[in-house]
């Protein structure tokens, strides 16, 4: 008898509140309950690159913020999908085909590890979507899709810069060995490195890989040491260049480290400890050269999250402001999602100028025909009582 | 010849690693046929749980050590008990999946509790002479025996490699002269028959597990010296491990002591003079090499009575 009561008491209140007439107040939802806009973050949030991914969400979820907070895109609030790959080509496919498929989704920022960039790069062309990565720069990410774009340079301008500067700014170096992480990064560095270190005239000693996830980089160090290079160029990310700088410290390898932007975060000083002082590296962005606004992005980031941003936040944050900027002027609630999707590629495309360039806290960012952002700079840092601080001399120009 | 010589220690340094593991492995099938992968994951909880102890509680490292070692032969125990004891009788696949799954929760444990960020031993919760570094004004290295031509040794490796014979010396001793030895022994020969001469099998295999368990232990404080204590760092560790237990001839512990000598300095050599990018593959070319030639591994006994 009771159980009945309750049965129709839930059936009552079903109906009463559940079921209401659906066109007693759709006008007004639809102007109350605004429409979302999805966009996919795809990067390594957890695995060997986690940390960098960490900083990615937290630059994005920054500017997810700002735009919602400021009303939105055009009134639609915009929602962005954190997706992890792990930092592993095989996860970014599966991640690939999942945001592919979902209708709902405009655009992709990301991913992070070259690698995985290029996992993605077929499935995001095939179906039509932007991959805009916030920090891949493997030479090949961008080459062979109309689809793919990045906002930093690529390791064909970095390997370069950096063999210049081992050459032209620091002093006595002759003598380099590089050890690289045997993937698409760490490969296709090295070999813009090797290419212009022959031709200005340093001499490689030395050329060593080691796979990722290794801890272990004593036999391939002690292999180095007997070479005595003045200066060894470590092609890889964060992860294991602190355990090879530490270990090379510990072996007793004095020459001069020096890094690229895989090296550039947080996690380097932390593992690597008092083996990380001196440690040259290059990055796409450091806020010291940022102006008003990166200082500004920077005290957000700090009040949102209570850490300093890094170079990947930054970036990551700008990805997203293209993404907002191009949704903005493109977006036609009316369309059908592949015509959304190819308008903000085709808006990206038309970024091909420094007049008619996207101007974020990490400069300007304007494409080449391949998607490649044009004349960016690098910058040098260096490690300093365990923090990086901007290298003193910097190179402007490359010859 | 500076650098073979410290290659040569490089690689010992690691086959020390590597037997310590090897031994638990080795132990554990001896005696109930299993292959329990959660061992890899026993030798990561000690690193992490020696991390702990000098980190959280501040107990100094020399005191944390055999205190990792002892929780880990609990927890070796207590996976025993909750996992493997169950399934003692039942096909020997059971128990395989099992070691599979528990070795999956205590990853994702470790995950859960410490992050998946690498972490490291601070350098100020270490006795001095563990830290080796070069003076960069200098180049000279503190904490290291010079040799000739050059190489160092650093006292760490010295330490490393005086506790793994240390070791390797008492556990050999344990198993020849003492009577939980000689009960472990039997149960390797024949766990029915030694039930039944009154023996109790399922305390040996306990205690088997536990000091399976404590080895690899110290191998994970070891290796956290030098590398990065993470939740993944005993399935890497553990594979190559297991691979020095095979190559040694499953069952044998004198086997798995050479195997993991003969792996790390595989390991090392392979990189260090013949390709760098492929390692740890060199180590398993050399492994496959000698099953083929030799299939129950260099000390295993080609008896078929244990199938």
Known sequence: ?399 | MAQLLEQFINGLVLGGIYALIAVGYTMVYGIIQLINFAHGEIFMFGAYLALMLVTVFNIPFWIAVPASMLLCAMLGMLIDLVAYRPLRDAPRLSALITAIGISLVLQNLARMIWSARPQLFPTETLPAFLISEVNMQTGEILNAIPLPGGGILPYRDVSILLLAVVLMIALNRLIYLTKIGKAMRACAQNRVASNLMGIKTNQVIAVTFAIGSALGAVAGIMVGLSENITPTMGYYKGVAAFAAAVLGGIGNITGAMLGGIIIGLAEVFGAGYISSGYRLAIAYIIMIAVIVIRPSGLFGKSTANRA
Not at chain 1, 34 to 51: D, I, M, N
Not at chain 1, 136 to 161: I, M, P
């Open chain 1, 1 to 399: 008898m009771r159980n009945w009561l309750v049965g129709l008491l839930i059936v009552g209140f079903v109906s009463v509140f559940g079921c209401q007439p659906p066109d007693k107040n759709t006008s007004e939802t639809q102007t109350k309950v605004q429409k979302e806009l999805k966009v996919a973050v795809a990067a390594p949030y957890t695995g060997g690159s986690a940390a960098f991914g960490e900083m990615i969400r937290r630059g994005a979820e920054l500017r997810e913020n700002e735009i919602n907070e400021a009303g939105g895109i055009n009134g639609m609030k915009l929602t962005l999908l954190f997706e992890d790959d792990a930092g592993k080509p095989s996860e970014a496919s599966l991640v690939a085909e999942r945001i592919a498929n979902n209708p709902q989704i405009l655009a992709v920022v990301g991913h992070f590890n070259s690698d995985c960039s290029l996992a993605g790069q077929e499935i995001y062309d095939r179906a039509g979507i932007v991959e805009l990565s916030p920090g891949s720069t493997a030479v090949e990410v961008c080459e062979g899709s109309s689809w793919t774009f990045r906002n930093l340079y690529h390791d064909g301008f970095q390997g370069k810069f950096i063999a210049q500067y081992l050459d032209n700014v620091l002093t006595g170096i002759e003598s380099v060995a590089v050890f690289f992480d045997n993937d698409a990064y760490g490969r296709g560095l090295r070999n813009a490195f090797v290419a212009e270190a022959e031709k200005i005239g340093l001499t490689l000693v030395a050329s060593e890989a080691y796979e990722r996830d290794s801890t272990n980089f004593k036999a391939q160090l002690t292999s180095i040491k007997a070479k005595n290079p003045d200066a060894i160029f470590i092609s890889g990310l964060y992860t294991e260049a602190s355990l090879i700088v530490k270990q090379g410290r510990e072996a007793g390898i004095t020459a001069q480290f020096f890094g690229a932007d895989g090296v550039d975060s947080p996690d380097f000083l932390t593992i690597a400890g008092s083996a990380a002082e001196g440690t040259y590296l290059t990055t796409p962005f450091t806020f010291g050269a940022g102006g008003a606004e990166a200082q500004q992005m920077a005290a957000d980031f700090e009040a949102l999250h209570g850490v300093a941003p890094d170079t990947w936040a930054a970036l990551t944050y700008d990805a997203v402001g293209m993404i907002q900027d191009a949704l903005t002027k493109t977006y036609n609630a009316e369309a059908t999602i592949a015509d959304n999707r190819q308008a903000i590629r085709e808006h990206l495309a038309s970024l091909d100028t420094p007049e008619e360039s996207y101007k974020g806290v990490t400069g300007l960012t304007y494409f080449d025909i391949n998607g490649d952002t044009v004349n960016k700079p690098a910058y040098v840092k260096i490690v300093k009582d365990g923090q990086f601080v901007a290298a003193e001399k910097q190179l402007r120009e490359l010859k």
